[in-house]
């Protein structure tokens, strides 16, 4: 596989790229193995929110990917960066699974100054999102981890986290941060040093 000498990073997608839930898409696993003889350094971009980055990273492993924890850059870790630097105490409406990814972070009495939305199938009913929407009326941000319309799964398409996010902003009238894919930010973050000039990316169509 020949590659332009200046090309020192390639960013590649997960989810409808090289898998679908637990199904490895077509030829992923050889092209993977093609892009490491290349020499290039790989960095895993997702917005997967309904599992830690450690959970993710074992799920991949267990389907046969050689993948290092820390090529994964995850718009959960986006979010957390974004709790942290902007000194947030969140109301999380993320998966059990994906709470892992905001361990550590500072306790904080009082009500939360932010509302962060992934995927999370269980918070989308009415008492937990109004809730969050009563927050977003007394000041809290609305820290959207992304606004996928729908994701892939094996049975077919279904409902992201962005139609819930349009409805919180809709109602409240304010307007997310978002901190996933396609935000720059979340690129910039995942880029490190390397110019953005030496990069390439390689996703799905949706």
């Not at 999380?92 to 939305?117: Q, R």
Request: with cysteine; glycine share 6%; net charge neutral.
């Amino acid at each position: 596989m020949l590659f332009s000498k200046n090309l020192k990073l390639v960013l590649i997608d997960l989810s409808g790229t090289i898998h679908i839930e637990n199904e490895i898409t077509p030829n992923a696993i050889e092209a993977l193995k093609r892009l490491r003889a290349s020499k290039v350094s790989l960095k895993f971009v997702t917005n997967t929110t309904k599992e830690s980055r450690r959970v993710l990273h074992e799920r991949l492993t267990n389907l046969g990917f050689h993948i290092e924890l820390e090529e994964i850059w995850s718009s959960l870790w986006a979010a957390r960066d974004k709790i942290v630097a902007d000194s947030l105490k969140p109301m999380l409406l993320v998966d059990e699974a994906a709470l892992e990814d905001f361990s550590g972070l500072s306790k904080f009495e009082g009500e939360p100054n932010a509302v962060v939305v992934g995927l999370a199938p269980k918070h989308f009913q009415y008492d937990i999102l109004n809730r969050a929407f009563r927050l977003l009326l007394n000041g809290a941000k609305l820290i959207a981890i992304h606004e996928g319309r729908y994701y892939k799964t094996s049975s077919g398409l279904s409902l992201g986290p962005g139609p819930f996010v349009k409805g919180l902003e809709y109602s409240a009238n304010c307007k997310a941060h978002i901190v996933g894919k396609p935000s720059p930010e979340f690129f910039r973050a995942s880029l490190g040093d390397i110019d953005p000039s030496s990069t390439i990316m390689i996703g799905d169509v949706s």
